[in-house]
Every structure is written in structure tokens, then in C-alpha cells.
């Protein structure tokens, strides 16, 4: 690799490489090069992240600030990344490969998180309890964890991140960050924003390095006190098992294999571009991905037609470009994971209505690409519909009345997200009410918002990100009782 860029990490409010003196490259996902480095942390490193956080968290200016200061910090912030959004938006894509249009959009969006918990930074609130007992005078306290450890995909690295570290600092948490191995370097990018806005020192710390090398240090360290993970349901489970030993607080953010249902009555033109945007949009490496989109018999062969037919004109190419639709899969890995998905789907049986292969295009050669791929009359049994492919692979599955939609879509570990296209609107509440997903998509899909919370039912995760609920999974409460007698009474018993 000729001259790559160079990111390293922050330490206690210094910019620090690793105590290993190694580095790992990143590849740019559309041209297959290696771009840049970011070290290649070992055991002493996340201990010294961890020790920094913990120092910030328990003396200095930190637990000092009042909450409307912290508030303010969190805006500052996000002023920053909106001014440097375009910046940090080309990382990402030269990182993990999306599209410019997307993550652009999405960095523009970020800081609304860091406003809205600014916001809420202040309005953590305990209260004054009723009492049973007389003279006492009994409230609630809500209080910061401690050291949270924030664990984020390769997907939307600073989207992700952001869902956590708003949320945990408002509440008065320190954080350290490890982004994956894949795709670290706008993560690395923002610290020198979090550095820029006036966070103390270690409030805000890094970790770069192999996920099964420093992940299970951090998550193991007794001085931490809560770990956020979002990732793959195999690691989320490794890392609750590993907390669970020391009884750390844990929100899993995992997968999730969301039913697109098209019913009869819908509006046909609206629903394929929502089955389209639930799958092809990012390549389909979402969580919320709409990987089996469930299709009423009467319309069947109608919506399949037209999916095929909107997914056929999609275009791949450059990220960069504002005419690409369709980008490279972010790792070579997952882009083989992909293509061995698409051979179980065919050895299941799964017609192939669409793709299937990498494409033929010169100019696409050097990239991870994937074909829009689409099978058709999938049974929900069938591995390619039970199990998350994290790629553009969108499985049809016809259905013939609303109990039997309710039933193949509920009939997965998963329940992360949902997707409903209906013009009748009692069946849009009915359904809704039935599908087991912590998120569900009434004549629309993929929305998300800084206000709305997020999180999985079953297999996809526990506890939510975003919304006020968030700020919850990094709080926790003291109850505080006070005498007002003038003695003590009886020692011997309870109070
Ligand atoms: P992983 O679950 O392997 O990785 C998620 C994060 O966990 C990364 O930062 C990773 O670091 C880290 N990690 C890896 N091993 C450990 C460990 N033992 N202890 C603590 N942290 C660890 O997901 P992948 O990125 O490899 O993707 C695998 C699958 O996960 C995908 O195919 C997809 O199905 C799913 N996924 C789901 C996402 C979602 O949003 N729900 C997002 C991304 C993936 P490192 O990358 O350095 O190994």
C-alpha cells in the first residue's frame, strides 16, 4: 500500500497508535485497495482506554459538569458533524462502500441525536417518593452507569455509534469505542471532533484492533459497567455470555430476517418500491432489512413481476457517484458469505427470478459487488428464509389470508422490524398488533428517527436505542431515604 492515511485512536484526550506498534489496513470496498491504517490495539491498549474512562468518570471535570453543561457539549458536537458531515460521509464510503447519497444523508441526520439527547441531558428526573413510614422523607436519584463499552458493526459505523454515545453520555457516562476491524477509521475521524467540541479528557476513548482479540478484554474488565453491542447474533450472544459472568448491563442490537407484507388491497406501485428500498437499498446489509417479503396469492405473480423489473434497472457502480443505486457489499467476507447464501438458496429449491452472481461489468471487477438477487415461491422453512444473509438476497414468499401472514411472519427467531402495505386500515392496526417486531413499518419502510425507539423482540436484541426510552439502558436509580425523627427507633428490627 503506497502512503495510506493514517488514523489513531483516543486515549485519556491523546491521540495514541497501539503499544503492539502494528497496523491494520482497510480496504476500500469498491476498488478492493487498501486505503489507510488504524492500529492494531492489544490487551494493554483496551486497559488503558478503559482506565481512562473509568478516571473520567469518577474524578475530574466530568462528574462535576451540571447536566445543562453536558447538554451543551453533546450540541457542540453535533454542530461539528454537521459542518464536517460531507467529510466524515466520504470516510465511511471509501470504508464500508454504501453510497454517498445515503450516508451523506445520514451524517446530516446524526447530529438531531446529539441535539435531542443534549436535550434530554437536563431532564433526567428522579422523584419525591410517597411515604409508609413516619418522618421520612424518601426520592429517587437516577444516576450514570459508569464505563460504558460501545461495540459497533460495519454497516453504518458512525449512524450506530451515535445511537449509543448520545444516549450514554447524556446520562453522564464515559465511553469506550470499538468499531470493527472492517470499517474504523470515521469513527477515529469523529474523536477529533469530540476533542474539538471540550469533552474532558477520557470521556470519550478508542479502541481499534480484531474484535475477537480486544472485544472480549473490554467486555470482561471489572471497571466496566455496561456494555452496547450491535452486531451479528453469534457475537451478541458471546458477549452477553462473557458480561453475564460479571454481571455488566447489556443492550444487544443483533439481526433480524423483517416480513415485507403485501396484501391485496395495497397500492402495488408503492408497495414494490418499499419491497425494493426494504432490500436493495445499502446493499440490504441492514438489520431491518425486509428479507422476506410476504405476498398475498391474488397479486403474487403481479408484485414479483414488478420487483424483478424495478430491481433489474438498478444501478452498480461507484459509491461516490450520485447516479449509483446499488454499492459494493462492504467485506470480501460478507461477500462471499453472500454468494454461498444464494447457492443454499438454490440447493433449497428457491427459484432464482433475478441475479444470483457476482456481475459480469469490467468497471465492477475490482469490487465486492453482489447482483440484485431475488427468489421466488421460497418456502418460510427453507434456510435462505430463516437465516439473516445480510446482503441484497430478497426471498418472495406467497401467502393466502391475513392469519396465514401473521403466522409465516411471526415463525422466525428474529423480530427486529416489519414492514405492512394495506389500504385498509383496521387491517394495517391488526396486523400490526399481532407481528412480533420491536419496529413496524405501516405503507413505508426503512424510516428511522433520533425520536422513535429501536430495538428487537427475541432473537434481535434487548433493550432500545433511541427515543427517551434509550437514555433509561444507561441510567440507573438510587433510592435514597432520609430521617426526620429525633431518634433512631428499635435497631432489632426492620424498618
Ligand atoms: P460481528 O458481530 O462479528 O461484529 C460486530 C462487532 O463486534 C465488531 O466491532 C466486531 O469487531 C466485534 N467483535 C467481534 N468479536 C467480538 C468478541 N468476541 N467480543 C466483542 N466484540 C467482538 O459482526 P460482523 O461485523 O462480522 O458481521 C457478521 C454478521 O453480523 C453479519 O453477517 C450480519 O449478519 C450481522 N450484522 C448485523 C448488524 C446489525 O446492524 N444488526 C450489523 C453488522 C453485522 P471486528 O469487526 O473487529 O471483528
Redesign the pocket.
Known amino acids: 500500500m503506497s502512503n495510506p492515511e493514517r488514523f489513531q485512536n483516543l486515549v485519556d484526550g491523546q491521540y495514541r497508535t497501539s503499544s503492539t506498534g502494528r497496523w491494520l489496513a482497510t480496504a476500500n470496498p469498491f476498488t478492493g485497495a487498501e486505503w489507510a491504517e488504524v492500529p492494531q490495539c492489544g490487551a494493554e491498549d483496551a486497559a488503558l482506554a478503559i482506565e481512562a474512562a473509568h478516571r473520567a468518570f469518577s474524578s475530574g471535570p466530568w462528574p462535576k459538569l451540571s447536566a445543562t453543561s453536558r447538554g451543551k457539549l453533546l450540541r457542540r458536537l453535533g454542530d461539528l458533524i454537521a459542518r464536517d458531515a460531507e467529510k466524515l460521509a466520504a470516510i465511511e464510503v471509501r470504508d464500508n462502500g454504501k453510497l454517498y447519497a445515503e450516508m451523506l444523508g445520514q451524517l446530516r441526520y446524526l447530529p438531531e441525536w446529539f441535539y435531542y439527547f443534549g436535550g434530554l441531558a437536563d431532564k433526567i428526573e428522579g422523584g419525591v417518593l410517597p411515604s409508609d413510614k413516619p418522618q421520612i422523607f424518601s426520592y429517587t436519584k437516577r444516576e450514570p452507569l459508569g464505563v460504558v463499552v460501545a ?6 459505523p458512525l449512524m ?1 455509534l451515535t445511537w449509543k454515545l448520545a444516549p450514554a453520555l447524556a446520562a453522564g457516562n464515559t465511553v469506550v469505542i ?5 470499517t474504523s477509521c470515521s469513527t477515529l475521524a469523529l474523536m477529533a471532533l469530540v476533542k474539538e467540541a471540550g469533552f474532558p479528557d477520557g470521556v470519550v476513548n478508542t479502541v481499534t ?4 482479540e480486544v ?2 478484554i ?2 470482561s474488565h471489572p471497571l466496566v459497567a455496561k456494555v452496547a ?8 450472544a ?2 452477553y455470555a ?1 458480561a453475564a459472568k460479571h454481571i455488566k448491563h447489556v443492550t444487544l ?4 430476517k423483517s416480513p415485507n407484507i403485501v396484501f391485496a388491497d395495497a397500492n402495488i406501485e408503492h408497495a414494490v418500491k418499499g419491497a425494493i428500498s426494504g432490500i436493495f437499498a445499502a446493499s440490504g ?3 431491518i432489512a425486509g428479507s422476506r417479503l410476504l405476498v398475498q396469492r391474488s397479486v403474487y405473480q403481479e408484485v414479483s413481476e414488478k420487483v424483478v423489473d424495478l430491481a433489474r434497472t438498478a444501478k452498480l457502480g461507484d459509491p461516490m457517484l450520485e447516479s449509483t443505486q446499488v454499492g459494493p457489499i462492504t467485506t470480501q467476507p ?1 461477500r462471499d ?1 453472500v454468494l454461498q447464501y444464494i447457492d443454499v438458496a438454490r440447493e433449497g429449491g428457491a427459484e432464482c427470478l433475478l441475479g444470483g452472481k457476482r456481475p459480469e461489468a469490467a468497471e465492477l471487477a475490482n469490487g465486492w459487488f453482489v447482483e440484485p438477487t431475488i427468489f421466488g415461491d421460497v418456502n418460510n422453512q427453507m434456510r435462505i428464509a430463516r437465516e ?1 444473509v ?1 446482503g441484497p438476497v430478497l426471498s418472495i414468499i406467497p401467502f393466502d389470508d391475513e392469519d396465514e401472514a401473521i403466522s409465516i411472519a411471526n415463525d422466525t427467531p428474529y423480530g427486529l422490524a416489519a414492514g405492512i402495505w394495506t389500504s385498509d386500515i383496521r387491517r394495517a392496526f391488526r396486523v400490526t398488533d399481532q407481528v412480533r417486531a420491536g419496529t413496524v413499518w405501516v405503507n413505508t419502510y426503512r424510516a428511522v428517527s433520533f425520536m422513535a425507539p429501536f430495538g428487537g423482540y427475541k432473537q434481535s436484541g434487548i433493550g432500545r436505542e433511541n427515543g427517551q426510552v434509550a437514555i433509561e439502558d444507561y441510567l440507573q436509580t438510587k433510592s435514597v431515604w432520609v430521617n426526620l425523627a429525633e431518634d433512631v427507633p428499635n435497631p432489632f428490627v426492620l424498618r
Not at 461495540?151 to 453504518?156: A, D, E, L, Q, Y
Not at 453491542?229 to 451478541?236: C, E, I, K, L, V
Open positions: 461495540i459497533t458493526p460495519w454497516n453504518s450506530l470499538k468499531p470493527s476491524e472492517f484492533g480484531f474484535g475477537h472485544g472480549p473490554l467486555v453491542f450491535t452486531g451479528g447474533d453469534a457475537t451478541g458471546a458477549v462473557q442490537e443483533l439481526g433480524g446489509q441492514t438489520c460478507q458469505k439473516e445480510f
